[in-house]
């Protein structure tokens, strides 16, 4: 039986945000201490970031360190993972190339994602050709390490398929040398594309929306209590929706049963509360105390233990590093294997 591999990761172009957390990277955290996995990696895709921050490199720059902050405060552990910079394996962008003969221009453009972000950033026809094709880059990071397992958010469904595509289609024209990856959704359905704060459909750094990991518990109970909810429940009296009301989007994904006699003792459960609400009688503003109590627990031990590792950031690069050169070693093992599939290893 082939070993389990992990390969995921997120593009550093800013602090990571709560949405990334429920999405992929609490569930990282508990899957390095399941023992099921012979390697996991942990890619700061800054190559993809470049994409559309070419202009300003130095926030990429920089993003690097907060991305990783952002992972040991979660709880990553270096001894239990591999955590790389994309463009310190080169081998990535190699492969890249080759794979770019396996995909169609019309394939890339039919990408839902691609087509999300690229309406989102207003490229309209100024579309960056590095941009078009990172989800053949993607491909390329996946395959490079023989993931069998990559755990991301539902955006990104499409663009594990392209990668599965892309893996078939290599796979016929020369050896089966690649391995098809599956996704690894979030359990929780509520996590799987957590809102904006202001109720808009995608959490993102560019729309203003997030609650970011590294948030002091003042931000976060600024940003929640602003928290976009139901317009029609205007009284306390009012029967309230929960039908696109943030706040009870992100008490599912964060809630817990022992939260209640911690922080609100009237209810035993999320459904009583949410009963309570919808038939009238509860007010916003006791609803969002309590969604900034259960928030706080969480985050503020990933705030402190972010904290810590920020005092020693030659550290921080020195687990990069090493984290890179263990990555180039598992690529170019790939490499070779796809060069020979290919008919390109002249000297061997």
């Known amino acids: 039986m082939p070993k389990k591999i992990i390969l995921t990761g997120d593009r550093p172009s800013g602090k990571l945000h709560i949405g990334h957390y429920v999405g992929s990277l609490r569930q990282r955290v508990a899957l390095q201490a399941t023992g099921e996995y012979a390697q996991i990696f942990i890619m700061i895709a800054d190559v993809q970031a470049l994409t559309d921050n070419f202009a300003d490199p130095e926030k990429v720059r920089q993003s690097v360190t907060e991305v990783a902050l952002d992972y040991l405060g979660a709880g990553l552990d270096p001894d239990k993972v591999t955590i790389f910079i994309q463009s310190q394996v080169p081998e990535l962008t190699e492969l890249t190339t080759y794979y770019m003969n396996l995909v169609t221009v019309a394939r890339l453009e039919r990408n839902p994602t691609v087509k999300a972000e690229i309406k989102q950033k207003k490229f ?48 016929e024209i020369y050896t089966p040398v690649l391995v098809e990856p599956d996704i690894l959704l979030a359990a929780n359905k509520s996590c799987l594309r957590l809102p904006g704060t202001d109720g808009k459909a995608k959490m993102s750094k560019s729309l203003g929306n997030c609650i970011y990991l590294s948030d002091d518990a003042e931000a976060v109970q600024k940003k929640v209590m602003s928290m976009y909810t139901d317009p029609t429940h205007i009284r306390a009296s009012d029967p309230g929706h929960l039908d696109g009301n943030t706040v009870f989007t992100y008490l599912d994904a964060f ?27 509860l007010g916003d503003v006791k609803v969002k105390k309590f969604l900034a109590a259960v928030l706080e627990e969480e985050l503020a031990p990933i705030r402190q233990r972010r904290a810590e590792y920020a005092k ?37």
Request: negative net charge; contains cysteine.
């Open 124 to 171: 309209d026809t100024n579309i960056p050709a590095g941009f078009l094709c990172y989800p053949v880059s993607q491909a390329a990071d996946i395959t490079a390490f023989k993931a069998t397992t990559v755990p991301v958010g539902e955006d990104q469904k499409p663009m594990l398929e392209q990668t599965r595509e892309i893996v078939r289609r290599f796979n």
């Open 255 to 281: 809630c817990r049963p022992e939260h209640f006699a911690r922080y609100l003792a009237d209810y035993v459960s999320l459904d009583e509360l949410k009963d309570h609400y919808q038939r009238g009688g």
């Open 312 to 348: 020693d950031i030659p550290q921080i690069y020195a687990m990069l590093k090493q984290g890179s050169l263990e990555a180039r070693e598992a690529a170019a093992q790939t490499l070779s294997e796809v060069r020979q599939a290919m008919h390109i290893n002249y000297w061997e």
